[in-house]
Nanobody, 127 residues
Framework: QVHLVESGGGLVQAGASLRLSCAAS????????MGWFRQAPEKEREFVAA????????TYADFVKGRFTISRDNAKNMVYLQMSSLKPEDTAVYYC????????????????????WGQGTQVTVSS
């Protein structure tokens, strides 16, 4: 079991930056690919970014490319999402997710691939 806790959300104005953090605890001795997803009110949870266990491979949803950066620090069991040039449409609850993987360079973009989820952190961007 892996327990994930997100932090760093808040209320910001359009154009601002935020850094979300995800702290993992529990069985962190396995290799986990990590992802960030978000869910706006009355919308489906959608993929934002994913990173491989090694941190060497990552991918982003088209709507955040060039604005968001995912990273990880395995020594600290942390994953981050640096968000810049925030827009009102980025308003959502952001979730961290983890999935055990045998491959060090594999990542997952489907929410169905992830077994472990955090409770989410709210990001609100005002215009």
């Amino acid at each position: 079991q892996v327990h994930l806790v997100e932090s760093g959300g808040g209320l910001v104005q359009a154009g601002a930056s935020l850094r979300l953090s995800c702290a993992a605890s529990g069985r962190t001795d396995s290799r986990y690919a990590m992802g960030w997803f978000r869910q706006a009110p009355e919308k489906e949870r959608e993929f934002v970014a994913a990173i491989s266990w090694s941190g060497g491979s990552m991918t982003y949803a088209d709507f955040v490319k060039g604005r968001f950066t995912i990273s990880r620090d395995n020594a600290k069991n942390m994953v981050y999402l640096q968000m810049s040039s925030l827009k009102p449409e980025d308003t959502a609850v952001y979730y961290c997710a983890a999935e055990a993987t045998a491959g060090s360079e594999r990542y997952y973009t489907s929410k169905l691939s992830y077994d472990y989820w955090g409770q989410g952190t709210q990001v609100t961007v005002s215009s």
